[in-house]
């Protein structure tokens, strides 16, 4: 037995049993740092990015610690986005599917405060949330966190971009001293400083141990290019000779402002690609339905400012693409290590005007490497590429019984779509999206209008135009 093994931690067997079922043998390095340290007990300050492994470390953690006799709150699990808490209960849940009765509850703003009330009579054992959705329910006294024994501030430095430190320093009072505090962060504050992260790394964690993860870049999977702005040529223009060169399926272009992000995706928009703009202005509603149709291949290129984009799950990314260097030159290395992972290839490029030439220079000595800036190439073909896919919505969920296999019986059912001309179900509470091949979009909305599901007829509409 390894020393990364997950059998070398004194987890409880059904824990392990299930790591064994779900694939889970050795550790990332991540998780072999903090989980032992997690596991004696200890308050833990880790350097993560989304993607490490981070959410299985402290989620072990906290579900070792639960005594499945009590029904309070033993566990809080915070995260600066609606998506990023859906993700982690979603994992949550998976990784305690072999013990008893374990409830895992989300309570996140942009959703509807009624039924999260109903939820919480009910009682739950860990509960993640955003910020200022945990502190309306402490201020309303719908929820308590007295019995609290282990909070996770995940991603804590986009917490404190967005603004919630009032909010964090209020749940953190309602907590118990006794409790454990694991803080999980893509960036390392410097404990001396007077940094918002310095402080309150200083002001909830005790006796803590620190856990740095260096970020490396594999050059076998990522092929990363630095190319120059003629000064004749716009920045956009630059930007759609990159995506006509490349041709990605899945992009992320990143801008470092808000105003930016639409410019930049309308100009995509304008010049024909399946573009759409990803930024903190954007309802929560709106926002949710972007991502869906970008997972679902409805949209080819999501245009994002780094906040916005932080805590998105995205299985494969063909590209990356830096309108600019990023402000700080660690998050530009984040922004990179977004494509290219589990083993698959992917591009991150930049664009890098003339005077921007010396934050080229910082960023290699950043990365300890000699950074070349290469001529724009010429694409050979000049026709914009359009998303494989498109999004159907169902006005039905989970709530009327629905499940991905319904769905998919309908639309594959006589006269209907071949099994592989249909892509991504995901059925919420309320609604349902269902991906299929844009050439046979039609043909799949009149289907589902035509028939039944579990005997009901559900409203249906395509929203990816």
């Not at 490490?52 to 499945?68: I, N």
């Not at 509850?105 to 200022?132: D, K, N, Y």
């Not at 716009?234 to 402002?257: E, I, K, Q």
């Not at 490497?369 to 498109?390: G, I, N, Q």
């Amino acid at each position: 037995m390894t020393a990364t093994a997950f059998d070398s931690l004194r987890l409880p067997a059904e824990l392990l049993d299930n790591l064994h079922t779900l694939g889970y043998h050795q550790m990332t390095p991540v998780q072999a740092q903090s989980l032992p340290l997690m596991l004696e007990g200890r308050d833990v300050l880790a350097q993560a990015r989304t993607g490490s492994g981070k959410t299985a470390a402290f989620g072990l953690a906290l579900l070792a610690r639960l005594s499945l006799s009590n029904a309070s709150v033993q566990a809080l699990v915070l995260c600066p986005t609606r998506e990023l808490a859906d993700q982690v209960a979603e994992a949550l849940r998976k990784l305690a599917r072999t013990l008893a009765n374990v409830k895992v509850l989300t309570l996140c703003g942009g959703a509807p405060f009624g039924p999260q009330l109903a939820s919480l009579e009910h009682g739950a054992h860990i509960v993640v949330g955003t910020p200022g959705r945990i502190d309306e329910h402490l201020r309303k006294g719908s929820l308590s966190l007295s019995g609290l024994t282990t909070l996770v501030l995940d991603e804590a430095d986009r917490m404190l971009d967005m603004g919630f430190r009032p909010a964090i320093e209020t749940i953190i009072q309602a907590t118990p001293k006794t409790r454990q505090t694991l803080l999980f962060s893509a960036t390392f504050p410097d404990e001396q400083g007077e940094g918002e992260l310095a402080t309150m790394t200083r002001g909830v964690l005790t006796e803590y141990a620190s856990v740095i993860v260096e970020e490396e870049h594999d050059a076998s999977t990522i092929e990363q290019h630095f190319y120059d702005v003629p000064a004749d040529k716009s920045r956009s223009g630059a930007l759609v000779d990159l995506l006509l060169h490349y041709r990605p399926a899945t992009s992320v272009v990143f801008c470092n402002t808000k105003r930016e992000t639409d410019q930049v995706a309308d100009q995509l928009a304008a010049a024909g690609f399946s573009a759409v703009a990803l930024h903190g202005d954007l309802e929560q509603k709106d926002r949710d339905r972007l991502l869906v149709l970008f997972a679902n291949r409805s949209v080819s290129i999501l245009v994002a400012t780094d906040v916005a984009a932080r805590g998105l799950d995205i299985e494969r990314l063909d590209a990356v693409f830096n309108y600019q260097i990023a402000r700080e030159l660690d998050v530009h290395v984040h922004r990179v290590g977004r494509t290219g992972r589990a083993g698959e290839r992917g591009i991150a490029a930049t664009l890098v005007a003339s005077e921007e030439h010396y934050r080229l220079e910082r960023l290699g000595e950043r990365v300890g490497e000699v950074l070349t800036l290469e001529p724009l190439p010429r694409p050979r073909d000049r026709a914009p590429f359009t998303a494989p896919m498109a999004t159907l919505q169902l006005g039905g969920g989970k709530k009327d019984k629905l499940r991905p296999g319904d769905i998919l019986g309908a639309l594959t059912g006589e006269g209907g779509l071949r099994g592989d001309q249909v892509g991504k179900i995901k059925v919420q509470a309320k609604s349902a999206f269902v991906a299929v091949e844009r050439g046979v979009a039609n043909k799949a909305l009149g289907k589902l209008e035509r028939d039944k599901l579990k005997g009901r007829a559900f409203r249906v509409r395509r929203i990816d135009d």
